[in-house]
Structure formats: C-alpha cells, structure tokens
C-alpha cells in the first residue's frame, strides 16, 4: 500500500467546510482537482468521479461511497479498470479545533498490483491535485465564514 496526504488547516467550523464538501453539485465551481461527481454521497452508492489532476489528462472514476460520516469523515473506493489492478481509497478527514477552525486531511490509500509501475507517474501530479483543492477548499470556507 502506498498513501498520499495533504493536509490544512482552515479558519472555519467543520460544518462550513463540511458543508462545501458534499456539495458536490457545486463543485465545478470551485474544486481544481474533483471536478466533478454524479451520484449521492451515501454508503453503499456509486458515484461518478471526475478528476483533473495538474499536468495529466482528465480521468473519470466509478466509485462507491464506504462512509460519510458527518462533519467528520467521507471516504470512497475505485479501481482503474479491473478490482485489485490499481485501486484507491479516497479519504477526507475533519477535525475541529478551537476557535473555530478546522484541521483537513484528505488522503488516498493506493493498493494493487500495478501500483508500485505507475505510482512515479501518478504520486506527483496527484498529489499536487490534493493540495490545490485543498487550498481552494481553505478559500471557499473562509469567504463563506466572514459572512
């Protein structure tokens, strides 16, 4: 298993945050990374994922929600192509701080058995997918809390 992580802390509550991130109908609006997802963020349902991580080309994903946890964790499963070829658990994680902040992590769990030939190319670019999101995510929030 191999795992990317970004994490950041925003200066608004877990429910705002909470909020923008399972808004999915919303988040052409914002999200660099996930741009788009059909489907409904409940347990057990497929979704339809949509990614453009920086410098690689757009890549769609069928997916099924494992938990939404509210305010506090979503997470989901895919494969590229075939189950156990490159699959990917997709985690968001929040945890509130005082004063009215919140700690975001959102991470991936890769596992498979082409894992270890693609991850030089896939590692990088997607993890930089993760923080650019996650630095959109952090603005969106903020701007939404001043309110």
């Not at 795992?3 to 999200?31: F, H, K, Q």
């Amino acid at each position: 298993m191999r795992e990317l992580r970004s994490e950041i802390t925003i200066d608004a509550d877990a429910g705002t945050v909470w909020d923008i991130l399972t808004d999915i109908r919303r988040y052409p609006d914002w999200n660099p990374f996930i741009t788009s997802i059909e489907g409904e963020l409940a347990v057990g349902h497929k979704l339809k994922i949509r990614i453009e991580p920086p410098d690689i080309r757009p890549m769609t994903f069928w997916l099924t929600c494992l938990e939404r946890t509210e305010r506090k964790r979503l997470r989901w499963l895919g494969s590229l192509v075939i189950k156990g070829l490159f699959d990917g658990e997709h985690i968001f994680e929040l945890e509130a701080l005082a004063d009215s902040k919140t700690h975001f992590i959102q991470r991936e769990e890769f596992f498979g058995v082409i894992v270890p030939l693609l991850w030089g190319m896939v590692a990088p670019n997607t993890l930089r997918g993760f923080q650019a999101m996650n630095l959109k995510l952090k603005s969106r929030a903020e701007e939404r809390s001043q309110v």
